[in-house]
């Protein structure tokens, strides 16, 4: 029998087609402390992707979270650059993109999203929804992402459940739909009840935490005998959701209306098995993309993808810089030669890494929804788009407001060339956008940062990485707003206001020193051009 030109064509798309429908692409968000590293920890364990788990803070025999790499990460318990985890899990294929918990580190997290086709959005059973869980939420909403919901830490003391259910509903106006139940209240966690099956999984703590959980499955007949008056109280709340409707709905929850809610605790590792097996059931697969003219292109056509992250200096041994592509569409092979699609030029693959934390491993192959590194990759930014065959380019990624600014000299000027080099490397990385003007000069750019934070990860990394301590002068504006080169001098010349040039863009910003000096200027000068913009974190009051 022979095989046509067309069916030999057809195969490859056929296999791209097959690869991307078994993975998950899936990001987590939350606010600080509520425990994102050591869920990503633990579904990682699961999986069967590390052998044993780590807390932030690693205590005694416990080690630190391998997702975090950078010394400040690991010696201030938080996360500051996202990783990628690759976890084969069944027939699926997870990656999960690991993102800064720390609200000062919000602009890194939203190119993370622009990445996924899904989030987790993480709750703290104590504390419920928290202010930089709203703002990433509303980054989910913006996007129509849809959104699974797991309650952590329900083996602590907390809220009652219902009275959980009812804030998100409330505040976010996502309708809760849970998959599972939790027997006793936060603190005095006995184990979840399947609301698909009314079975129930009791769990033991294994110590510290380390090793997967063991977990008993009984009836609910056993149950009640194990239980009491505990399994009583679940079972008469779990009731009351099915009086209301709140019943888990595919449609809803892929149009970004509802979210299935799971409860759990990823430090014992409670309830992670119930969350893998939602992401394998319920979590989207890569769709078609879309690019920059707003055309859909087919997951099978020839490979692309978008660098939505930049890193330097991973490994101290070698001073590199990686680009993170998500791919977008076809079958990727290491090797290949790919078109740069904002220069025209070639970039060669021939290096390509998947990265999480200090671990790293050298990838062949990826298929669409997959992120990979790529290596020495000095002439790529974030929001570039790369392919082969037809010229194809995606939309670039936004940028958040700055709401701190801060002049950087070089604290040894015998170190300039060393200087330039790190500042320009941590612009191109995204960690702060650098802004110049001719009245400043070049060795004295301004930084624009999210949060504080920030500053001190610039700090840290240009004494370390680039041997260029610096030093940091504060600046008394608080908000920035995109003007034209029509507007440009009239803005330059107001009190309270300054215009720089983002070196990455060369967009024209007006840095403004509160929000009622912007009301003055803006009542002032109606024809003056100050747009807002895109992606805007909150401007605060100073």
Known sequence: MTTTAEETHSKPAREVAGEAARRRTFAVISHPDAGKSTLTEALALHAAAITSAGAVHGKGDRRGVTSDWMDMEQARGISITSAALRIDYGDCVLNLLDTPGHADFSEDTYRVLSAVDCAIMLLDSAKGLEPQTLKLFDVCRARNMPVITFVNKWDRPGREPLELLDEIEQRIGLRPTPLNWPVGIAGDFRGLIDRADGSYTKLTRTPGGATRALEERLTPEQAAEAEGQTWVQATEEMELLGEIGAHVDEESFMAGQSSPVLFGAALPNFGISQLLETLVNLAPAPPDPVDARGERRPIDAPLSGQVFKMQANMNKAHRDRMAFLRIATGRFERGMVLTHASTGKPFATKYTQAVFGSERSTVETAYPGDVIALVNAAALSVGDTLYAGPKVEFAPIPSFAPEHFAVARAKDSGRYKQFQRG?????????????????????????????????????????????APVELAHLEYSLARRTDAASAPTAHALSGAEVLKRRADGELLVLIHNKYRLRVIERDNPGLVLEPLLAGGTENDA
């Open 423 to 467: 500042i320009a490397q941590l612009d191109a990385e995204g960690v702060v956008q650098v802004l110049t003007s001719d009245v400043r000069g070049e060795q004295a750019p301004v930084l624009a940062a999210v949060g504080p934070l920030q500053f001190d990860v610039v700090s840290h990394r240009m004494a370390e990485e680039f041997n």
